[in-house]
C-alpha cells in the first residue's frame, strides 16, 4: 500500500485508481486495453497517467529490491541497528539510499581503509570530537612501527585520512552538496588545444559556460558529444564558498588545535572524494534529464509522424527517384501488392524522357492509376516536375518523405515480403505504401532510422527504446488494425499479440482464408483467452457478418449492444444506421457493477462511427514550382513547407530543395511561445518566409511570423545568427543561442586556509 499512496499524491490521483491499475497491469493487461475498456475500474485514466504508473511503481519496486540488498550486506557486516535500518527502509529515493549505504559500502582500498588497518581510527574520532587540548601527545599513543606507523606526523595523516572519508560519505553533507551543484553549478566547456579545425561544428562550445539547472538538452548533448568525440574538454564547476562553510559549520567546533587538523581533512576530503563523486553524480544525474527530454522530444515526432493523414486505398504509382540511375517506378493495387516494377531515365537525354514519359502514361491507363508517389530524395523535385508535366488528368501527385526507405528494403522484412526483387523496386514500394498508410508501413522501420529526433543515438538506447514501444504501440491500436490485411509487423504492435501471435495469425490466415468473425481469433494457435481479451477490440474485420466486428466496441459488450438493440425493437445493423434510435437509448438503464457511463458512452460514440480512423484527412501538397535547389532561394520568399522535424529549438521545415531550413523557437509564432509543438507538428503544412540562405553551410533560415499591414514583421526580439542557423542532417548538433560566456577560472588555493577563514568568519 505504501506504494499506492505516493503514487497517488505524486499525480494527484485517487489511491483506489492507482492500486487497480497496478493490479491491471500485474496481471498482464496492456496499457491500450486498460485506457480503453476498463474505465469504470480506473476512474477513466489515460494512458500517459497510467504509463506513469507503471513506471513508478517499478522505479520503487526497483527501490525495495535494492533497499532489501543493502539491509543483508550491513547485517552481514554486524554493523545494522536499528535506526540503521529505519533510514534505510524510510529512504525515499535511490540517491538518498546509497549516501546512507556508502560508508558500508565494500570498496577497493583507499587511504582512510589503509589507516584504519594501522589502527588509527581511535585517533581520528577523538580528533574529530575536539575535545583534546594536547594533539601530539594524543597521536604519540598511536605511533607503532610494526604496523607502518612511524612517527607522530604519519598517525595525524592517517587520522586525517579517515576524517576526509567520513565527512565526503556523510549522508546530509552529500545531500547538501548535491543541491547545490544542481542548483548553483555550471557546465564549462573548451575545445581541445590543437583541435579548433576538426572542432568547427562544435564551434559555439569553443569557451562555454551555461547553469546546469538551466541547460537545454540540446545544448548538453551536444557538449556531451564533443567530449566523446575528444574535440571538447567538458567540466562540471561550482562555486566552493557555496558549500565549504557549511561543511565547516557541520564538523568544526572551537578553534582547537585539533580543530585544525579537522580543517585541513577537510579541505582535502572536499578536493579528493567529495567533489570528484559529486561531479561524476552530476554528470550522470543531468545525463539522465537531458536523455528524457530528448526521448521525450523524439517519441512525440514519432507519434505525430506515425499518425500522419494516409490517402487511403488507391491504385498508385510510385517513384524512387534518380539522375544517371534513373527512376525505380512500381504500380501497387489498393491494397498495395506490387503489380509491376520498371526504371525510366527522364533525366538522362531528350529521347529517354519521351520514352519515360511514354511509359508512365501506358502504366497510369493500364492500372488505372489514382496517384503518383514520389520520393523526396535526389532528383525529387525534378522527377516531381517531369510528372507534372505529363498533364496526367485525375492523378494526384504528392511527394513522400522516403527517411528510413532504403534502411527497409535492405531489411529482413523487406526480404521476406519481396524475395524476387532488389531493394530498388522494395524502397519504391516502401514509398508508395507510406503514402497510403504511414502508420502501416513505418512500423516496418526501426524508428531510430526515420530521422525525427534529436540525438537519439546519444541517449539511454534501453529507456529509448521503452519509449519508442510504447508511442508505436499507443498509434497502432489508437488506429486500429485491419486483421485481414495486416502485416506481420503492424499485428506485432496489437495490445496482447507480440511477433510470435502476429505470426501465427499471418500463418493461420494464409491457411484458412480471411477472419470472418473476431471469434475465429480463439482458433489460431497458442492465441488464449487473455490475449483475445487484450487484442480483439483493436483488430477490425471488414464487410463482417456482425458488423460490431468492424467497430471498437469490444467482443465482451456485444452482448450488451444486442440487448440495447432488442429493447428498441430493432437489430443492431439499425442502431449503427439511424442516430435517432441510438439517442432512444436510456443509457443509465444498462448501468451494472461493471459497465458504467464511460463505457456506455464509448459504445454510443463507435455506433456512431464504427472503425472511424481518428487521423486526420489526407490533403493534396505541392512545393513552389521553380524552386528546386537552394541556389533558388532568395531572402524574403515565401514557400509552402512541411514540417519534418521538431527539437527543443525549433522545427524542421522541408520547402522542397533538398535542404531542411529551420524555424527557429523565437520565429514560430508572433507570440512567444517556449515548445514548438505548441504551434507545429511533424507533416504540417505550413508557410514560411526565408529570412537567410548559407550556400555554402546549406543551412537555411525560416520564419513563421506573420506580417502587419505595412508589410513588417512583428516586433518580437529577432533571432541572432547561430538562432537562424540550420543543418544539413536533421539530427546534428544544435548551436547555441548567444555567444559563449568568457570563463576565468579561479586558482584552487589552499582549501584549508579558506576553511580555517570560513571556520574564523562562524565562529
Excluded at 570498496?107 to 570530537?129: F, P, V
Excluded at 541556389?631 to 527539437?647: A, K, S, Y
Aim: with cysteine.
Amino acid at each position: 500500500m505504501a506504494h499506492e499512496i505516493i503514487i497517488s499524491k505524486e499525480l494527484s490521483i485517487s489511491q483506489q485508481q492507482v492500486s487497480t491499475t497496478i493490479a491491471l497491469l500485474d496481471e498482464g493487461a496492456t496499457i491500450p486495453f486498460i485506457s480503453r475498456y476498463r474505465k469504470e475500474m480506473t476512474g477513466s485514466l489515460d494512458e500517459v497517467q497510467i504509463m506513469q504508473i507503471r513506471d513508478r511503481v517499478q522505479q520503487l519496486r526497483d527501490l525495495d529490491k535494492r533497499k532489501d540488498a543493502i539491509l543483508k550486506s550491513i547485517q552481514d557486516q554486524g554493523k545494522l541497528n536499528t535506526a540503521l535500518e529505519q533510514a534505510i527502509r524510510t529512504a525515499e529515493t535511490m540517491a538518498i539510499l546509497e549516501d546512507i549505504y556508502l560508508p558500508y559500502k565494500p570498496k577497493r582500498r583507499t587511504r582512510a581503509s589503509m589507516a584504519r588497518d594501522k589502527g588509527l581510527q581511535e585517533l581520528a574520532d577523538h580528533i574529530l570530537s575536539q575535545e583534546a587540548t594536547d594533539i601530539d601527545s594524543l597521536a604519540e599513543r598511536f605511533v607503532d612501527p610494526e604496523k607502518g606507523v612511524n612517527t607522530v606526523d604519519e598517525a595525524l595523516a592517517g587520522a586525517r585520512d579517515i576524517i576526509a572519508e567520513t565527512m565526503a560519505e556523510d549522508a546530509e553533507v552529500r545531500a547538501l552538496s548535491r543541491t547545490i551543484f544542481l542548483q548553483q553549478g555550471s557546465f564549462v566547456s573548451r575545445v581541445i588545444p590543437g583541435k579548433e579545425e576538426a572542432a568547427l561544428k562544435y564551434k559555439d562550445y569553443y569557451e562555454w559556460s551555461e547553469s546546469l539547472k538551466n541547460a537545454p538538452s540540446h545544448r548538453v548533448l551536444a557538449m556531451r558529444r564533443g567530449e566523446k568525440e575528444e574535440l571538447l574538454y567538458l567540466d562540471i564547476q561550482v562555486d566552493e564558498e557555496l558549500i565549504l562553510p557549511k561543511i565547516a559549520q557541520r564538523f568544526i567546533r572551537g578553534n582547537s588545535a585539533a580543530s585544525k587538523q579537522v580543517q585541513v581533512a577537510l579541505a582535502d576530503g572536499f578536493k579528493r572524494l567529495l567533489k570528484p563523486s559529486m561531479e561524476t553524480e552530476i554528470r550522470v544525474i543531468t545525463r539522465q534529464k537531458a536523455d528524457e527530454e530528448a526521448i521525450k522530444v523524439f517519441t512525440e515526432n514519432i507519434r505525430q509522424l506515425l499518425l500522419a493523414a494516409p490517402l487511403g486505398q488507391k491504385r498508385l504509382l510510385a517513384i524512387d527517384p534518380g539522375f544517371r540511375t534513373g527512376c525505380k517506378t512500381v504500380c501497387l493495387d489498393e491494397q498495395g501488392t506490387l503489380l509491376e516494377n520498371t526504371a525510366i531515365f527522364p533525366h538522362t537525354g531528350a529521347g529517354n524522357a519521351a520514352e519515360a514519359a511514354r511509359t508512365v502514361r501506358y502504366l497510369v491507363e493500364k492500372y488505372a492509376i489514382q496517384a503518383i508517389a514520389i520520393g523526396n530524395g535526389t532528383a525529387g523535385r525534378e522527377t516531381e516536375d517531369f510528372i507534372k508535366n505529363l498533364k496526367l488528368s485525375q492523378v494526384t501527385i504528392v511527394m513522400v518523405n522516403e527517411s528510413g526507405a532504403s534502411i527497409y528494403s535492405a531489411s529482413e522484412t523487406a526480404r521476406e515480403e519481396f524475395p524476387d526483387q532488389d531493394i530498388t523496386v522494395r524502397g519504391a514500394v516502401s514509398i508508395g505504401r507510406r503514402l497510403m498508410d504511414p502508420l502501416a508501413e513505418l512500423v516496418k522501420i526501426d524508428p531510430k532510422s526515420i530521422g525525427v529526433g534529436q540525438y537519439q543515438h546519444d541517449v539511454d538506447q534501453q529507456k529509448l527504446q521503452t519509449a519508442l514501444d510504447d508511442t508505436v504501440i499507443s498509434c497502432v491500436n489508437a488506429v486500429g488494425v485491419e486483421l485481414n490485411t495486416a502485416s506481420k509487423q503492424i499485428l506485432a504492435y496489437v495490445s496482447g499479440l507480440g511477433p510470435s501471435l502476429a505470426q501465427q495469425i499471418i500463418t493461420y490466415r494464409n491457411a484458412n482464408g480471411p477472419f470472418s468473425t473476431r471469434k475465429e481469433l480463439k482458433k489460431v494457435p497458442r492465441l488464449g483467452d487473455k490475449a483475445f481479451e487484450q487484442a480483439a477490440g483493436f483488430l477490425r474485420i471488414r464487410h463482417a457478418k456482425n458488423p460490431l466486428d468492424a467497430s471498437a466496441v469490444h467482443p465482451e459488450r456485444y452482448a450488451l449492444v444486442e440487448q440495447m438493440a432488442k429493447d428498441l425493437q430493432v437489430e443492431v445493423i439499425d442502431l449503427l444506421k439511424d442516430a435517432s434510435l441510438r439517442e432512444a437509448i436510456p443509457l443509465k438503464n444498462y448501468i451494472s457493477d461493471t459497465v458504467g457511463l464511460p463505457t456506455l458512452t464509448d459504445i454510443i460514440s463507435e455506433l456512431a462511427k464504427p472503425g472511424l480512423d481518428p487521423r486526420e484527412q489526407f490533403e493534396a501538397f505541392s512545393f513552389t514550382e521553380g524552386v528546386n535547389s537552394i541556389t533558388d532561394l532568395r531572402i524574403g520568399m515565401q514557400l509552402p513547407g512541411i514540417v519534418t522535424n521538431i527539437t527543443n529549438f525549433g522545427a524542421f521545415v522541408d520547402i522542397g530543395v533538398h535542404q531542411d531550413g529551420l524555424v527557429h523557437l523565437s520565429q514560430l509564432s508572433n507570440r512567444f511561445i517556449s515548445d514548438p509543438n505548441e504551434v507545429v507538428k511533424v507533416s504540417q503544412k505550413v508557410q514560411v518566409t526565408v529570412t537567410e540562405v548559407d550556400e555554402k553551410r546549406s543551412r537555411i533560415a525560416l520564419s513563421m511570423k506573420t506580417t502587419d499591414k505595412a508589410g513588417t514583421k512583428s516586433t518580437s526580439s529577432q533571432p541572432t545568427s547561430a538562432r537562424s542557423q540550420t543543418t544539413t542532417n536533421r539530427n546534428a548538433q544544435a548551436t547555441t543561442n548567444r555567444r559563449p560566456q568568457q570563463t576565468q577560472e579561479e586558482p584552487q588555493g589552499d582549501l584549508a586556509s579558506k576553511l580555517a577563514a570560513l571556520q574564523h568568519k562562524f565562529k
